[in-house]
C-alpha cells in the first residue's frame, strides 16, 4: 500500500526558512571567496584562478536560483513537487525553473571537471598519452557550453500543460492535491522513459565522479614518476595546490557522512530495540545471535566513522584516517587490525548464526547434523583467531615517512552532491526505499554544497586563512593597545 504524503505548513514555513537562511551565509561567504580570489591569488596561479571564478560564479548563480528564485520542495518519492520562490511567483513556469536549476548544477560540474582537466594537463609530460591539443580541449568546452542546456530544454518544451498536471495530480496514489493550495506545482507519472533518465543520471554521475579520482590519482602518479625531474620544492607546492583544488571539488560528503553515522545509529538501535522485545520466546538463541550481531554492527559504525575515519587510496594500497583515536595518538596499523577484527567478528558471528539455524533443521543420524561438542569447537575456532591476526597487523612495521607523506597529500574523496542525489534517484526508482520525509531531509542537504566548497577554500589556502585570521583578531589587539 502507498503511504500518503503530507507536509504540514509549519514544517514548509521553516524549510522556506532555511532556505533564506542558507542563501544568505552562503551569499556572504560567495562575496569573500571572489574578492579574496580576484586580490590574493598568486600570479604562478592564475589561469587556475580563472576557472575557479568561473566555478564560484556558477556556484553563486546555482544558489541564488535554487534558494531565492525557486525554492524547491520536492515530495519524493513521488514525480512532484512545487515551489515558492520570487521568480516562481512572478510567473516563472515550474518545469522551466526545474530546467535552469538543472542546467545550471550541470553546468557547475562542468566547470569543475574543466578546471581539473587543466591542472591535470599542465603536470602531465608531453608525450604522455594522455596529453591532449589545446585545440581538442577548446573544441570540447565550446560543444559541452551548447550542449549541456539542450537535454533539459527538449524536457521543458515536451513537459506537461496544466491539465495533464492536474490529471497526473488526481492521478498519483501518494495523495497529494493538497499542493494546490501550497504554490506552483508539478506533477508527473512513472514510466520506461522516466526510470531510463534516472538510470543515466546516476551512471553519469558515478563515471563522472570516478573520471575526476582518477585524474587526481594520474596526477600524483606523473609526479611521483618524473620526481626526479622536479625539485622537492616544486614538488610539494604542486601536490599542496592539487591537494587544496580537490578539497574545493570533491569534498563536499563530510557533513553527509556524519548525517548517515546518525541515521546508521538510529537504525542500529531501532533494530536491536525490535529484536530484544518482539523475538517470539521460540527464537530466543537466534535472538542472542542476533544481539550479538546487532552490537557489532553498532560497535563497527561508532569505530569506522568516528573513531577511525580511514581514507583509503585504491588503487594504492595505502591511506590515512583523521578520526577521534588517530588524532589523540592511535596508530593507523592498531585502527586498521581493530577495523579488521570488527568485520571478521561481524562475519563470523552470521555464520555461526546460520549454523545454528541450520543445525535446528536437520534431523538427528543425517551426517550434517553435528554434534553439541562440535559446535562448541566451531565457536572456539571462528571466535578466538581473529584478535590474535588483528595484533599480527597492528605491529606490522610503516614507515612513518611515507605515512605523513599519504597525510599531506591525499583528503577526503567524497562529495556533498553525489551520493545525496544518487540517494534521491535510488528512492524514486525504488519507491518504498525511502519515506518522504527521509528523501527531504537527504534533499535539504544538496544547497549546503556551497557553504561547505567555501569554507574549505578560506580555510585551506594560506594566503586567504592568514587573511581572515589577521582581520578576527585586529579588534583583540586594539582592545589589548588600549588596555
Not at 614538488?235 to 574545493?248: A, D, E, G, V
Amino acid at each position: 500500500m502507498v503511504r500518503p504524503i503530507f507536509l504540514p505548513v509549519a514544517y514548509e514555513t521553516a524549510i522556506l526558512v532555511y532556505f533564506e537562511c542558507v542563501f544568505v551565509c552562503s551569499l556572504c561567504l560567495h562575496e569573500i571567496c571572489l574578492f579574496l580570489m580576484v586580490t590574493r591569488t598568486p600570479p604562478a596561479q592564475m589561469v587556475v584562478r580563472n576557472y575557479l571564478i568561473l566555478i564560484q560564479i556558477m556556484v553563486l548563480l546555482t544558489d541564488a536560483h535554487t534558494d531565492f528564485c525557486m525554492r524547491p520542495i520536492p515530495l519524493f518519492p513521488a514525480l512532484a513537487g512545487y515551489g515558492n520562490g520570487m521568480a516562481v511567483r512572478m510567473g516563472l513556469p515550474i518545469n522551466l525553473a526545474m530546467a535552469i536549476m538543472a542546467i545550471l548544477w550541470t553546468y557547475v560540474n562542468v566547470a569543475i571537471v574543466r578546471c581539473i582537466v587543466h591542472r591535470h594537463q599542465t603536470i602531465v609530460d608531453d608525450n604522455s598519452a594522455f596529453k591532449f591539443r589545446k585545440g581538442s580541449l577548446i573544441v570540447t568546452e565550446l560543444l559541452l557550453a551548447f550542449l549541456v542546456p539542450v537535454p533539459m530544454l527538449i524536457w521543458y518544451a515536451n513537459g506537461n500543460d496544466r491539465e495533464t498536471n492536474e490529471r497526473n495530480l488526481i492521478a498519483d496514489p501518494h495523495n497529494i492535491t493538497w499542493i494546490r493550495e501550497r504554490g506552483f506545482y508539478y506533477v508527473d507519472v512513472p514510466g520506461t522513459s522516466k526510470i531510463a533518465m534516472m538510470i543515466a543520471i546516476i551512471l553519469t554521475i558515478f563515471l563522472s565522479s570516478l573520471l575526476m579520482v582518477l585524474a587526481f590519482v594520474h596526477m600524483f602518479y606523473t609526479l611521483w614518476k618524473d620526481s626526479a625531474k622536479r625539485s622537492a620544492m616544486s614538488i610539494r607546492l604542486i601536490k599542496r595546490s592539487i591537494t587544496n583544488l580537490f578539497l574545493q571539488s570533491q569534498a563536499r560528503i563530510f557533513l553527509y557522512l556524519q548525517i548517515m553515522f546518525a541515521a546508521s545509529c538510529c537504525f542500529n538501535a531501532l533494530a536491536l530495540f525490535f529484536v530484544v522485545t518482539q523475538t517470539p520466546s521460540s527464537h530466543a538463541m537466534v535472538r542472542k545471535y542476533l544481539i550479538a550481531i546487532q552490537i557489532i554492527l553498532i560497535i563497527s559504525d561508532v569505530h569506522l566513522e568516528i573513531l577511525f575515519q580511514p581514507i583509503p587510496i585504491f588503487p594504492a594500497l595505502g591511506g590515512f584516517a583523521v578520526g577521534l583515536l588517530i588524532r589523540t595518538g592511535f596508530s593507523l596499523p592498531t585502527e586498521l587490525a581493530i577495523t579488521i577484527v570488527i568485520y571478521i567478528y561481524t562475519g563470523f558471528v552470521s555464520i555461526l548464526c546460520l549454523i545454528y539455524r541450520h543445525q535446528t533443521v536437520v534431523l538427528p543420524g543425517n551426517p550434517l547434523k553435528f554434534r553439541k561438542r562440535s559446535i562448541h569447537f566451531v565457536h572456539f575456532v571462528m571466535l578466538a583467531p581473529p584478535p590474535f591476526l588483528g595484533i599480527l597487523i597492528a605491529f606490522i612495521e610503516n614507515d612513518q615517512a611515507n605515512v605523513e607523506l599519504i597525510k599531506k597529500e591525499l583528503f577526503l574523496p567524497m562529495n556533498l552532491f553525489v551520493v545525496p542525489a544518487t540517494l534521491i534517484i535510488l528512492g524514486l526508482l525504488f519507491d518504498a526505499l525511502f519515506s518522504f520525509e527521509t528523501m527531504l531531509a537527504i534533499f535539504l542537504v544538496l544547497p549546503t554544497h556551497s557553504i561547505g566548497r567555501n569554507l574549505i577554500l578560506l580555510i585551506i589556502t594560506p594566503v586567504y586563512r592568514k587573511l581572515i585570521v589577521s582581520c578576527l583578531l585586529k579588534p583583540c589587539r586594539r582592545n589589548f593597545e588600549c588596555n
